[in-house]
């Protein structure tokens, strides 16, 4: 999927990839999702679980999941397939 490769390659290009450290119960992991009832892109953090609204990427902060969201929504609504 073309939009997954672009969003990919902007947090690439931006220095925005993270490897989250699953045993790692105080670190926060940052991820991306649709709020339907709201009808946008919205950010949330977990600790210790993965989280299947996650599609494709955590961050290690809010700042770097707004940024996707800021820069990427187009793509974003592709991927989630929203309007």
Not at 19 to 26: E, G, L
Not at 28 to 52: P, Q, V
Request: some cysteine; glycine content about 2%; proline content about 1%.
């Amino acid at each position: 999927m073309k939009a997954i490769v672009r969003v990919k390659k902007y947090i690439h290009e931006n220095n925005l990839e993270f490897k989250p450290d699953w045993k790692d119960r105080d670190q926060r992991k940052y991820y991306i999702y649709y709020n339907n009832l709201d009808n946008e892109f919205e950010w949330d953090a977990s600790s210790y679980d993965k989280r299947g609204d996650a599609l494709f990427y955590y961050f290690k902060s809010s700042q770097d999941s707004r940024k996707v969201i800021t820069n990427c929504k187009e793509d974003l609504k592709i991927i989630y397939d929203v309007k």
